[in-house]
């Protein structure tokens, strides 16, 4: 599958920001789709997951309670809705998508080696 995020940009501390993430050439509901984020210097993070009916979703410590995953599968589509933006969420998110029929996300999903397809990452910069 075919992965294009988009939705980054420059935004002040205590701000909000929704990333999309389009999906096209497979069977988008097949697959379970996350994301993940770098920044510089830094190595790769997981921020969150949804399951295939989006009745399971996961988040990375440190955004949970602040950023919500969904995804729309008759538009083959993957939101992440960011709020509360701190400058340490400064970084480039990638979505990435793995075939799986889990209906619970589990460790795994939480490992970029677990995704076999990436998309191109956008820009999120927050300001103090």
């Known amino acids: 599958v075919q992965l294009q995020a988009s939705g980054g940009g420059l935004v002040q501390a205590g701000g909000s920001l929704r990333l999309s993430c389009a999906a096209s050439?497979?069977?988008?509901?097949?697959?379970?789709i996350a994301w993940f984020r770098q920044a510089p210097g830094n190595e790769r993070e997981f921020v969150a997951a949804i399951s295939r009916s989006s009745g399971s979703t996961i988040y990375g410590d440190r955004v949970k309670d602040r950023f919500t995953i969904s995804r729309d599968n008759a538009e083959n589509t993957v939101y992440l809705e960011m709020n509360r933006l701190k400058p340490e969420d400064t970084a480039v998110f990638c979505c990435a998508a793995a075939m799986s029929s889990a209906i619970v996300l589990g460790r795994q999903h939480r490992r970029g080696s677990t995704y076999t397809d990436w998309g191109q990452g956008t820009q999120v910069t927050v300001s103090s």
């Open positions: 050439g497979r069977t988008f509901s097949n697959y379970v």
